[in-house]
């Protein structure tokens, strides 16, 4: 939409009523998704994110749960505030889970730089929980709960985008028998999510991974495959598409096939993004030692020269004047110059 607000001032006055008309419409492809099973394509989809959507229903046959214990994930992995936080919203009575990166890290044996964590406690309750915390933002809000020195992104299974009521309605009507409501709100987040591996929920008090998106296996074969067809999830928010590099750069992995080609189709739908929020993918890129294979995959699809022009026009000169085994310090000198001018 950043487009339109940019080139053509005829959509300036109705932008808020486009940009909803839009969601909407990405909202009924994703839940006739989740419905039907169809893919972007039109066509059936027995999907190999871990269940099988077919004849308008969903089949939790193969939504599965793992022991934690199996991967050697250790209870000292995690620190002692994400206990708290846990042990306090589960002993009010509400569901409350690790998600996301930190359990696809626990998996790996690395360190997660952070734990988030999702809940199905309100906002408002979330924050009546702890002295110290506060609700931010506004079209996806969590809640920042500090424990000592630790700030914990908490998130509610009862935040969800306005537009999606008529869908989530439609699916709660659909849920099948042998699928009990905790499966059905977890499976629910899981579809919202970006990445399979990033789509995984796990309460340590009971040593249980919940996967209902097969991503302990993309974890496992070190692929990075979209929750939903990867066309459709990154025309819903292209910015999944810088997050899947950094998440390939940091970690080494590789991107599943049909995820890789709707990078490659879609990677220019970046320019629509804002400033701010590329600077700080950017900068997220070029972190925790990740910024040489980060600078090698924006390269590959083409977004160096659109993200950082001076340091690519650099890179392409200084390419044709050293030899291939020279190209390591090149990448470090090159990433060097990236804290010294900005893409914009």
């Not at 590959?300 to 659109?306: A, V």
């Amino acid at each position: 939409m950043a487009i339109f607000k940019r080139y053509n001032p005829l959509f300036s006055s109705s932008s808020s009523l486009f940009s909803r008309l839009q969601a909407l419409i990405l909202e009924q492809k994703r839940w006739t998704h989740a419905y039907s099973g169809e893919s972007a394509a039109g066509e059936v989809r027995e999907a190999s994110s871990g269940f099988r959507l077919r004849e308008g229903s969903i089949d939790a046959s193969t939504w599965r749960t793992v022991d934690s214990r199996t991967f050697g994930i250790r209870r000292s992995a995690i620190s002692s505030p994400i206990w708290t936080v846990l042990k306090i919203l589960q002993g009010q009575g509400f569901e409350a889970y690790l998600v996301g990166g930190c359990v696809r890290d626990l998996i790996l044996g690395r360190t997660p730089k952070d734990f988030d964590v999702v809940t199905t406690a309100t906002l408002e309750q979330i924050k009546n929980q702890f002295h110290r915390s506060i609700i931010i933002g506004r079209r996806f809000p969590i809640c920042l709960v500090y424990i000592f020195s630790t700030k914990i992104e908490v998130s509610s299974f009862e935040t969800t985008h306005i537009d999606a009521q008529h869908g989530q309605m439609i699916l709660f009507s659909q849920m099948p028998n042998s699928c009990d409501k905790k499966d059905f709100v977890r499976w629910k987040d899981c579809m919202r999510r970006d990445f399979t591996i990033n789509g995984l929920f796990y309460d340590p008090f009971v040593n249980t991974i919940y996967d209902y998106a097969d991503g302990i296996r993309d974890v496992m074969a070190s692929e990075v495959r979209t929750v939903i067809p990867a066309h459709l999830s990154f025309t819903e928010d292209c910015a999944r598409i810088l997050r899947g590099l950094r998440i390939v750069a940091r970690l080494g992995l590789r991107f599943s096939e049909d995820t890789a080609t709707a990078v490659q189709d879609l990677c220019s739908s970046i320019i629509t993004l804002d400033k701010p929020r590329l600077m700080m993918e950017l900068n997220f890129m070029l972190a925790y030692g990740a910024a040489v294979p980060s600078i090698r995959l924006l390269q590959k699809y083409k977004l160096l020269d659109i993200l950082l022009p001076i340091q690519a026009a650099y890179l392409a000169d200084q390419s044709k004047q050293l030899a291939g085994g020279s190209s390591i310090m090149l990448m470090v000198s090159c990433t060097y110059n990236t804290r010294h001018f900005s893409p914009f």
